[in-house]
């Protein structure tokens, strides 16, 4: 039997304030456990919740951004269960009326474009936090994260592999730290990923029955956690057993998920209007105020940076891929007025560079003004492509300005044709039988005699001029 996987995530997403979301103890994180944990974040009877104005612009700025329907009044709902890092035994959420609801983003996957509609988007307060390691035969409880403001974001059920649902992860990672209502960090907790999973044989018009992957940190462990779960549901149908709901954790160090605990429904934490807190309500003016914040999204970036700089649609979305990345190809292209080119060497020499020493582009010791500089050396003949590799080593030890490097290190490119065909004349005569095999029709030949001709030069030899004036030598 053929299975097709279907999958939804839900994305919790960090809100990037300063204080929570219903009281004004700091987000910062790292922090002494227990001490940003307030009279409000633990329950203490009688405080009331205020509601972080800040965590409501943000969700505000997620809604413009996916073109979704911004809900005019939304209402926190009381979601009742029991943990023992839940301080109240209820987490305040939205379920009925959601501050977002539909949006849509656009994935590449393999090539190809697709387009995964979300279905709502809500705000509520973080649990805090069980800790297992430390102690022995207890657990520790730390209460910084609890009130911690989140958005929390559904999509529909219409991924249909591990790759697409990475894919979609990392555009609204993207999104989220693009429009700066997140900084993204997963290490931290500030981008988390549940993946719902479930299979059905091909042409099924129903679903079959889901477990959903908490806590996910990783794009990489999302594709694995995904593939494995998927392995092992269609293993266990094809055995005659049957999958129950369930909430599942993936380990690492095994590349399996276990299960947690049976899945609840809405209807087992027995949801109802929190009293504490009255709706919720944004007129037009701050609404356009908020709009007016917006910075150019990716996605009309990536139309802008193919019609301005000849770059493809996979470059534009590479390019794209952070913030910080398209402004630094934006400033390079700029500066040399290349566009193809600045991005071959920013996807290329750059990323290369900064993945072996572990940077980020934040981090690159080569500034986007100096690489813009040395392509503009390509462009003007000064230096060929390989020389070319040896000045951005130079600018990444910190060497200095690239024309700096190009005279210090004698880097400049061979182009007065009198040198080259003197050169040209002396490898001609050394390599005779060369010569001969080219004349008598082995192209391959004439290989070895631009070699021989590059490495007379030291690799300063232009290698076009090389091609052109040896042709007509040998043809002469």
Same mark, same amino acid.
């Given at each position: ?9 839900? !994305? ?15 987000? /910062? ?78 994935? !590449? !996957? ?10 709502? /988007? ?20 730390? +209460? ?55 299979? %059905? ?8 029955? *889901? %477990? ?45 998920? %276990? ?10 934490? %027995? ?31 990536? !139309? ?14 590479? +390019? ?29 020499? +750059? ?20 690489? $813009? ?20 080593? $130079?600018?990444?030890?910190? /060497? =200095? ?7 210090? *290190? ?19 005569? /050394? ?17 070895? +005699?631009? =070699? ?25």
């Amino acid at each position: 039997m053929k299975w097709e996987t279907v999958i939804g995530l839900e !994305v919790h997403t960090q809100l990037a304030t300063k204080s929570k979301i219903f009281s004004g103890s700091s987000t /910062a994180f790292g922090a002494a456990p227990n001490t940003q944990a307030s009279a409000v974040d633990i329950a203490l009877p009688g405080v009331l919740p205020v509601l972080n104005r800040g965590a409501v612009e943000c969700a505000i700025k997620f809604a413009l951004a996916i073109d979704a329907t911004l809900n005019r009044i939304n209402v926190f709902d009381r979601k009742n269960y029991f943990y023992p890092d839940l301080p109240k035994g209820y987490q305040i959420s939205q379920l009925a009326k959601p501050i977002v609801e539909g949006g849509a983003l656009k994935i !590449v !996957v393999d090539g190809e474009e697709r387009i995964i509609n979300l279905t709502r /988007a809500h705000m509520e307060e973080d649990a805090g936090k069980s800790l297992h390691e430390d102690f022995h035969g207890m657990s520790g409880i730390d +209460l910084n994260r609890a009130g911690t403001p989140l958005l929390e974001i559904v999509s529909e059920p219409e991924m249909r592999s591990s790759a697409e649902a990475v894919a979609y992860a990392r555009a609204l990672h993207t999104l989220v730290t693009w429009i700066g209502i997140c900084d993204g960090n997963m290490q931290e907790g500030s981008f988390r990923v549940d993946a719902n999973v479930s299979v %059905r044989p091909v042409g099924q018009k129903e679903f079959g029955t *889901r %477990r959903e992957i908490k806590n996910l940190n990783s794009f990489k462990f999302l594709q694995q956690a995904i593939d494995y779960e998927v392995r092992w549901q269609i293993e266990t149908l094809e055995d005659g057993g049957r999958i129950e709901q369930a909430t599942v954790l993936f380990d690492p160090d095994t590349g399996e998920t %276990r299960m947690m605990r049976s899945k609840e429904d809405a209807h087992d934490y %027995r949801y109802f209007p929190d009293p504490d807190l009255l709706p919720v309500k944004h007129d037009e003016d701050w609404i356009e105020q908020v709009r007016a914040t917006l910075p150019e999204l990716p996605a009309a970036m990536q !139309v802008r940076f193919q019609a301005e700089y000849g770059v493809s649609p996979y470059d534009a979305a590479v +390019l794209t891929g952070s913030r910080a990345l398209a402004d630094y190809f934006e400033v390079a292209a700029k500066a040399c007025g290349q566009g193809k080119l600045a991005a071959n060497w920013v996807m290329g020499e +750059l990323s290369a560079a900064l993945n072996k020493a572990d940077l980020n582009i934040e981090q690159s010791p080569v500034s986007a003004a100096h690489l $813009g500089a040395l392509i503009s050396r390509i462009q003007d003949g000064t230096l060929s492509g390989k020389l070319a590799k040896q000045v951005f080593e $130079g600018l990444w030890e910190g /060497a =200095g300005e690239v024309d700096a490097i190009i005279e210090a *290190r004698g880097l400049k490119q061979m182009s007065d044709s009198g040198e080259l065909e003197k050169i040209i004349d002396e490898v001609m005569a /050394a390599n005779a039988k060369s010569v001969e095999e080219f004349r008598a029709g082995k192209e391959k030949a004439f290989n070895a +005699l631009v =070699g021989q001709v590059m490495k007379a030069s030291k690799g300063k030899a232009n290698p076009a001029q090389v091609n052109d004036l040896l042709k007509r030598k040998l043809q002469g």
